[in-house]
C-alpha cells in the first residue's frame, strides 16, 4: 500500500467487511424465493447487476489494502471492475425496457440508480492515475453509493418477487 493509501486503510477494512456481508445477505435471502425469482427474468437481472455493485466495492476496497500497490495500478483495476459491474447494470436496463416497455419512463430511475456508483467509481479510477488524492475520495463516495444502491434495488427485487 503507497503513502496514498495509507490513510484509506481503515476505511477499505471497513467497506470490505460491510459490501463482503451484504452480498451474502442478498444472496441468503434471495435463495428464499430462488423458484420465483429465476421465473422473473428482470429481478434476476436486478439482484445481479445489485450483486455486482457489491462486488465492485468488495474488490475496490480490498485492492486497496494491497501492500505496495501503486495509485495508477489501483485506479486502473477500479475502472476495469466498474466496466465489469457495469455491463450487470446495463444488461438488468436492457431486461427493464423490454419486458416495461410502456412503463420503463418509471423504472428509468430504478435503472439509473445503480448507474451511480458504477460511475463514481470508473470515475474514480481514471482520476485516480493522475490525481490520487481526488480519485480516493471519489472511490469512497462511489462505495457508500454501491452499498445505498445494492440495499434499495436488492429490497425492490425481493418485494416485487412476492408481489
Known amino acids: ?7 484509506w486503510k481503515d476505511f477499505n477494512v ?3 467487511g460491510a459490501t463482503a456481508a451484504l452480498a451474502g445477505l442478498v444472496i441468503v435471502a434471495a435463495s428464499v424465493n430462488i423458484s ?13 447487476a445489485a450483486i455486482a455493485t457489491l462486488v465492485l ?16 495500478w ?19 436496463t436492457i431486461r427493464i ?7 420503463f419512463r418509471l423504472k428509468f ?22 490525481a490520487p488524492r481526488a480519485g480516493l475520495a471519489l472511490a469512497a ?5 454501491a452499498i445505498a444502491s445494492a440495499i434499495v434495488i436488492s429490497w425492490v427485487a425481493l418485494v416485487e418477487v412476492l408481489r
Open 141 to 145: 463516495g462511489g462505495c457508500l453509493a
Open 97 to 103: 425496457a423490454r419486458e416495461h416497455a410502456s412503463a
Open 57 to 72: 466495492a468488495l474488490v475496490a476496497s480490498g485492492v486497496g489494502l494491497v501492500p505496495g500497490i501503486s495509485a495508477p
Open 36 to 48: 420465483r425469482i429465476v421465473t422473473a427474468r428482470t429481478i434476476t437481472a436486478r439482484l445481479a
Open 109 to 130: 430511475f430504478k435503472a439509473a440508480l445503480g448507474f451511480v456508483p458504477i460511475a463514481a467509481y470508473f470515475a474514480a479510477g481514471v482520476v485516480t492515475v493522475a
Open 14 to 16: 471497513a467497506m470490505v
Open 1 to 7: 500500500m503507497t503513502e496514498v493509501l495509507e490513510p
Open 74 to 92: 489501483y485506479g486502473t483495476l477500479v475502472a476495469v471492475v466498474a466496466v465489469v459491474a457495469g455491463v450487470f447494470q446495463a444488461h438488468a
